[in-house]
């Protein structure tokens, strides 16, 4: 009997704990979204988890972005264009998402580029508490 093997995935791109974070926040990786990704803090504010979940997205850390994903919403996978990099978080605004807050938006622009082009991903996400951790919700629309 043959087993169907999938294509191996392309390299994510290496982020090390001395390289600038990706969330933007002038801190290394390794101090800022890395401690979130490996689990040795929580997201205390939903942009920090937004910014966190961008970071992640950078590093195609699978695992991360569907830990923080509500599981009403969650996907099974994250499907990674493997072409695709994203390059610079900008916060446009946050809506409550707070310590003493049960829910929270962001609103921000996600810059990417690939094959030598350059785009903007604009969307207002919606994070709420789940077993007392911020997740991501899902996105409001922007029309």
Do not use: I
Not at 60 to 82: C, G, I, K, N, S
Not at 128 to 133: C, P
Request: charged share 25%; proline share 7%; hydrophobic share 35%.
């Amino acid at each position: 009997m043959s087993r169907r093997r999938s294509a191996p995935r392309p390299a994510a791109p290496r982020l090390l704990p001395s390289s600038p974070c990706p969330c933007g926040l002038p801190a290394t990786y390794g101090d800022c979204c890395g401690r979130l990704h490996r689990g040795q803090a929580k997201a205390a504010t939903a942009e920090s988890l937004m910014r966190s979940r961008f970071s992640a997205f950078a590093a195609q850390d699978e695992a991360y972005l569907l830990r923080t994903w509500h599981p009403d919403t969650r996907p099974a996978e994250v499907d990674f264009d493997p072409a695709l990099r994203w390059t610079r978080l900008e916060v446009v605004s946050t809506s409550e998402g707070g310590a003493f807050h049960a829910e929270g938006s962001v609103a921000f622009r996600a810059h990417w580029t690939e094959g030598g082009e350059e785009g903007v991903l604009t969307e207002h996400s919606r994070f709420v508490r789940h077993e007392g951790a911020w997740v991501y919700l899902d996105a409001l629309s922007l029309g």
